[in-house]
């Protein structure tokens, strides 16, 4: 239940980032995964316990922010285009 605040802040990032011009993606997506993941960390009071669960955070923040860029992305352009028969 602790881990549903990166993940959903990961996908609202990811969602966000698909606004940002290609150039700025990478550095927006870099200081927002460490900002939510330090965020989340310290809103499950996971910090109290010990600094290095930052270390599970922010990465999870990441990926989950790279998998609602490409979702963002998929369903802008329509998804996969199925194959056109041949002939």
């Known amino acids: 239940m602790n881990e549903l605040f990166p993940i959903a802040a990961g996908l609202v990032l990811g ?4 606004l ?3 150039g700025l ?8 995964a460490i ?6 960390t310290v809103v499950s009071g996971e910090y109290l316990i010990g600094w290095e ?3 599970i955070d ?4 990441a990926l989950c922010a790279a998998a609602g860029l490409v979702a963002v992305r998929a369903a802008v352009r329509g ?5 056109q028969p041949r002939g």
């Open 20 to 22: 940002i011009r290609p």
């Open 79 to 83: 998804g996969v285009q199925p194959r």
């Open 15 to 18: 969602a966000v980032l698909a």
């Open 58 to 61: 922010v990465p999870l923040v």
């Open 35 to 40: 900002l939510l993941g330090v965020l989340a």
């Open 53 to 55: 669960f930052l270390l």
């Open 25 to 32: 993606r990478l550095f927006a997506g870099l200081v927002g």
